[in-house]
């Protein structure tokens, strides 16, 4: 399965590139990368349903590991698709305003979640960090709760689930 997977995302990956070799406008390049890592997402699913997991070690790897390489790909692309899908035209003045206001918007989000970004971060360096973590999460979404924070609406909201 591991083999599969890893190759199936190799291949992924040599069709971006060629993509964004390709293709000289951005949102071209966008909406075929899309497609390319939907229809890829789509092969991995296919496989994972006739596949029967040798352990549940092995699951929890393909669910905790594999399948959000795949799914980040995907949101990236979708991400990058309606930035340039609301790109405004015109002057340049006008598109590095709405950029800059792109970038921020993306800062804003990093600032309000630093403890998963430095999760995320460590995550393939250290492997007890997920321990750390959890407690340390644990404690947070319940002084949130406790105190109303916004960490609450974004448990709720399923911002944190991957």
């Known amino acids: 399965m591991n083999d599969h997977c890893?190759?199936?995302l190799l291949e992924l990956e040599e069709q971006l590139k060629y993509i964004a070799l390709e293709t000289d406008n951005p949102l071209s390049s966008a909406e075929l990368s899309f497609?390319?890592?939907q229809n890829n997402l789509k092969n991995l699913k296919q496989?994972?349903?006739?596949?029967?997991?040798?352990?549940?070690?092995?699951?929890i790897f393909f669910f905790k590991e594999l399948k959000p390489t795949f799914c980040s790909k995907l949101f990236?692309?979708?991400?990058?698709y309606n930035?340039?899908?609301?790109?405004?035209?015109?002057?340049?003045?006008?598109?590095?305003?709405y950029l800059q206001k792109e970038l921020d918007k993306l800062k804003h989000y990093f600032d309000n979640k630093p403890v998963i970004?430095?999760?995320?971060?460590?995550?393939?360096?250290?492997?007890l960090i997920?321990?750390?973590?959890?407690?340390?999460?644990?404690?947070i979404w319940f002084s949130a709760i406790y105190a109303g924070h916004q960490y609450v609406q974004d448990v709720m909201a399923g911002h944190f689930v991957q």
């Not at 930035?83 to 305003?97: A, D, F, L, M, Q």
């Not at 970004?117 to 492997?127: A, T």
């Not at 997920?130 to 404690?139: A, G, Q, T, V």
């Open 76 to 80: 990236y692309h979708i991400s990058i």
């Open 47 to 59: 496989f994972i349903v006739k596949y029967k997991f040798k352990s549940i070690a092995e699951e």
């Open 35 to 37: 497609q390319v890592v």
């Open 130 to 139: 997920n321990s750390f973590f959890f407690l340390f999460m644990i404690e």
């Open 117 to 127: 970004v430095l999760y995320y971060g460590l995550k393939k360096k250290v492997g």
């Open 83 to 97: 930035i340039e899908t609301r790109n405004p035209s015109g002057e340049y003045k006008v598109i590095k305003k």
């Open 6 to 8: 890893k190759a199936l």
